[in-house]
């Protein structure tokens, strides 16, 4: 479903299904439905919920593609092509509780329909044309009358868990997730959260109280004496989906989370560097385009405008909230918000590294805008712009920089506190850098500011 | 049959818990509906608002 490693052969993150896998052949991404998923899938489409789902898109398409490829296939599909892969460390908060409000609404449809979701873990919501969609066909099984629900424990430590860390301590609490690939662990999130949750009915329950029944069954193989009734599992997805709802984004300020309202911009110096940016996008006309340092997305919608499907990544996690929900309300479908610190990008993570991408294997566009983000580098950040210029031409042919000189008030403030040992962070020294790497097709002055804008195409022997 | 086994680890601890407090979320589930039927006989429809009850 994706447009990463089409080489060929099984994808590295699919491996833990005996229902089946996923491979790539010729760019085109096919799942394997295995012998012992072929019921559950037949009833998936018998049953209407395939229907129910994805009429509804919150269940990715499929068509079934002839020949099944290996012993003990029963069918093989082709899913429609997502755009990009994102990963549940690089949402904001409002993203995570959207993807975990669709999981626990396609597993009270699958219910209608005599089905439960076997799994709930978050990397099967990818976010396509504005909203989150479930990916894993392969997850959907018979409901048996009785049985309990087999991803309590997942939906709580993929969702759950994060959202109520975010919401109650930090929201920065979310790359935790990064470090805990299947969920963050309970008895940890409850450590975590404040004594006060305790009272709340959901938390108390789903969290602290679910702590507490691992820990005391740890080790144990002993069946739960009750059994689950349809109505008792029909008010276990209504109270995690009203613990979910309950819980808001604290009343936090981050650094960036108010960027364009102390910008040292005026309005017409913003409107022109708005007109120049739109002009330089025209002139190259990318159909992918990698906004980073994006803050609240506002140029990734000039490129977005054009018809370009835009990657708009921030540090600042209020910024992308600000960002996804600005995206929500216009219901923008061209845009995927996400959260990315540039000077520690998502690695490779899982089994032998290859079970999740990093963000640079996966960044690729056709285009990618740096607006007002050269000085956090290069000076907040001490990444000389020889890296930065190298770095850039590793994601994108063409390239969209703004340089802000020394004199800038920005810049100024970033050098109130300490040492100036950035003697090449000049225009000459900007271009010299980036002139290893790019060619520089356009440049303009940001009229009213000391800032120059920059259209640079990559390098033929730089790819 | 009830399985209590997934290709996941459920964990024995999550189903003990859910066969401790389903009973309860179920009853609270039934009132709840009960009540939002209730009400929303006394309530005039919203025209262009879409059913959040699936």
């Given at each position: 479903m994706t447009l990463n490693s089409p080489a060929g052969g099984r994808d590295s993150s699919s491996f833990r299904d005996d229902w089946g896998f996923?491979?790539?052949?010729?760019?085109?991404?096919?799942?394997?439905?295995?012998?012992?998923?072929?019921?559950?899938?037949?009833?998936?489409?018998?049953?209407?919920?395939?229907?129910?789902?994805?009429?509804?898109?919150?269940?990715?398409?499929?068509?079934?593609?002839?020949?099944?490829?290996?012993?003990?296939?029963?069918?093989?599909?082709?899913?429609?092509?997502?755009?990009?892969?994102?990963?549940?460390?690089?949402?904001?908060?409002?993203?995570?509780?959207?993807?975990?409000?669709?999981?626990?609404?396609?597993?009270?449809?699958?219910?209608?329909?005599?089905?439960?979701?076997?799994?709930?873990?978050?990397?099967?919501?990818?976010?396509?044309?504005?909203?989150?969609?479930?990916?894993?066909?392969?997850?959907?099984?018979?409901?048996?009358?009785?049985?309990?629900?087999?991803?309590?424990?997942?939906?709580?430590?993929?969702?759950?868990?994060?959202?109520?860390?975010?919401?109650?301590?930090?929201?920065?609490?979310?790359?935790?997730?990064?470090?805990?690939?299947?969920?963050?662990?309970?008895?940890?999130?409850?450590?975590?959260?404040?004594?006060?949750?305790?009272?709340?009915?959901?938390?108390?329950?789903?969290?602290?109280?679910?702590?507490?029944?691992?820990?005391?069954?740890?080790?144990?193989?002993?069946?739960?004496?009750?059994?689950?009734?349809?109505?008792?599992?029909?008010?276990?997805?209504?109270?995690l989906e009203r613990t979910v709802k309950a819980l808001k984004l604290p009343k936090t300020k981050t650094e960036w989370g108010d960027y364009y309202d102390n910008t040292n911009y005026s309005d017409s110096s913003l409107d022109q560097k708005r007109s120049l940016v739109s002009d330089f996008l025209a002139q190259v006309k990318p159909k992918r385009v990698l906004d980073l340092g994006a803050n609240d997305g506002?140029?990734?919608?000039?490129?977005?405008?054009?018809?370009?499907?835009?990657?708009?990544?921030?540090?600042?996690?209020?910024?992308v909230e600000s960002n996804y929900l600005q995206m929500k309300a216009r219901h923008e479908t061209k845009l995927i918000p996400l959260l990315v610190d540039l000077t520690n990008p998502s690695p490779a993570l899982g089994w032998a590294n290859h079970e999740r991408q990093s963000f640079s294997a996966r960044a690729k566009a056709d285009a990618a805008l740096a607006l007002a983000l050269i000085h956090h580098l290069a000076i907040a950040s001490n990444v000389p712009l020889g890296h930065v210029a190298e770095y850039f031409a590793s994601l994108a042919p063409h390239l969209v920089i703004e340089f802000v000189?020394?004199?800038?008030?920005?810049?100024?403030?970033?050098?109130?506190?300490?040492?100036?040992?950035?003697?090449?962070?000049?225009?000459?020294?900007?271009?010299?850098?980036?002139?290893?790497?790019?060619?520089?097709?356009?440049?303009?002055?940001?009229?009213?500011?000391?800032?120059?804008?920059?259209?640079?195409?990559?390098?033929?022997?730089?790819? | 049959m009830i399985r209590f086994i997934a290709y996941v680890d459920p964990s024995t601890g999550s189903f003990a818990l859910q066969a401790a407090v389903g009973a309860v979320m179920g009853v609270s589930f039934m009132v709840r509906n009960h009540v939002k039927g209730f009400i929303s006989k006394f309530r005039k429809p919203r025209p262009g608002k879409p059913n959040d009850i699936e």
């Open positions: 996923v491979f790539w052949k010729n760019g085109q991404i096919y799942r394997q439905v295995n012998e012992a998923g072929g019921e559950a899938y037949r009833k998936l489409m018998t049953g209407g919920l395939y229907e129910a789902l994805t009429q509804r898109g919150l269940l990715v398409k499929h068509e079934e593609a002839g020949e099944p490829a290996g012993d003990g296939a029963v069918v093989v599909l082709k899913p429609e092509l997502l755009d990009w892969v994102t990963y549940p460390y690089e949402w904001a908060f409002s993203q995570l509780k959207d993807a975990a409000l669709t999981t626990l609404r396609i597993q009270k449809l699958a219910m209608k329909h005599g089905m439960s979701l076997r799994d709930a873990s978050a990397y099967n919501i990818q976010f396509a044309e504005g909203r989150p969609v479930f990916i894993d066909t392969l997850s959907f099984e018979p409901y048996r009358e009785g049985e309990p629900w087999v991803a309590y424990r997942q939906f709580c430590q993929h969702f759950l868990a994060p959202l109520a860390l975010m919401s109650r301590v930090d929201l920065g609490l979310s790359r935790l997730l990064q470090v805990h690939i299947d969920g963050i662990p309970l008895p940890l999130a409850a450590r975590l959260l404040p004594l006060k949750d305790r009272l709340n009915f959901g938390m108390a329950t789903h969290i602290s109280l679910h702590a507490k029944f691992q820990r005391q069954h740890e080790g144990t193989a002993e069946k739960p004496k009750a059994a689950m009734n349809v109505t008792s599992l029909q008010g276990l997805i209504d109270s506002s140029f990734s919608r000039i490129a977005a405008g054009q018809g370009a499907l835009v990657m708009s990544s921030d540090i600042d996690p209020l910024a000189p020394k004199s800038d008030s920005q810049v100024q403030r970033l050098l109130a506190t300490r040492e100036d040992i950035f003697p090449d962070y000049t225009p000459e020294g900007f271009e010299a850098a980036f002139g290893r790497y790019f060619e520089i097709v356009r440049k303009q002055a940001v009229t009213g500011s000391a800032r120059m804008l920059y259209l640079m195409r990559r390098k033929r022997d730089e790819v | -």
